[in-house]
């Protein structure tokens, strides 16, 4: 069984200051482990990916996110934070156990709220 | 390229009634899976096709069904709809399957159950 859990549900920064959007992962087998963003009344769009290559992953919009076996997190990062990241993010995790694959498992999600 | 349709966006139903939800896949992707989200559970896995063959499927109840079509449109089926039911039923399309995690999705068909 896999499972994820998004540390915050509401994280609020100043624009222009970094970000930090914090996943841990639980999973049988090396998983892989995506970041995906929701803008308001739209579908989700795929941030980055982790995939067993390297563990620092760069996504769109100058995202980033490490994966840290040691501690089974998939902190979310951006160094500068822009009006246009307000919006909820999705932590995911998709892994196989013995029995095949188990899917997709999503995170709650977090919104991020970026103050002028 | 065109991205993922889903039709329609918006939809009122009363509970007994049934409802058919269409999602067309970007062109050349053979996996399209299924996705419930509400405030209270989140986003929750109903089911993947590829191929027209159900791969995989999430705990839900057998009231939800889908199919897809030899060109994989796919379409999910609710019947005796509860309150609960309420939900923005979101679809994605896949290249290689819904477990690769790359996927494309739809902007959602919200149903409302009243």
């Known amino acids: 069984a896999q499972s994820v859990t998004q540390l915050d549900s509401h994280v609020s920064v100043s624009e222009g200051t970094p970000v930090l959007l914090r996943c841990n992962y639980s999973?049988?087998?090396?998983?892989?482990l995506f970041w995906y963003v929701q803008h308001p009344n739209k579908g989700l769009q795929l941030l980055l990916k982790?995939?067993?290559?390297?563990?620092l992953v760069k996504g769109i919009n100058g995202f980033e996110a490490e994966f840290k076996k040691s501690e089974t997190s998939f902190h979310l990062t951006k160094p500068s934070a822009h009006m246009s990241d307000a919006a909820e993010y999705f932590c995911?995790?998709?892994?196989?156990?013995?029995?095949?694959?188990?899917?997709?498992?999503f995170g709650k999600g977090t919104h991020l709220i970026i103050q002028p | 390229k065109a991205g993922v349709t889903q039709t329609p966006r918006y939809l009122i139903k009363t509970r007994g009634q049934q409802v058919t939800l269409s999602c067309s896949p970007i062109?050349?992707?053979?996996?399209v899976s299924w996705y419930q989200q509400t405030p209270g559970q989140g986003l929750q896995f109903l089911f993947e096709?590829?191929?027209?063959?159900?791969?995989n499927k999430g705990n839900f109840p057998g009231r939800f069904s889908g199919r897809q079509f030899s060109n994989s449109r796919s379409e999910m089926n609710v019947s005796t709809l509860e309150l609960g039911d309420s939900a923005l039923y979101l679809c994605?399309?896949?290249?290689?399957?819904?477990?690769?995690?790359?996927?494309?999705f739809g902007e959602g068909s919200r149903l409302t159950v009243l």
């Open positions: 994605a399309s896949s290249l290689e399957g819904a477990n690769t995690g790359e996927l494309f």
């Open positions: 999973s049988s087998y090396s998983p892989s």
């Open positions: 982790y995939t067993s290559a390297a563990t």
């Open positions: 995911v995790v998709s892994g196989y156990s013995g029995g095949g694959a188990d899917g997709l498992t």
């Open positions: 062109s050349g992707h053979r996996s």
């Open positions: 096709y590829f191929s027209e063959t159900q791969r």
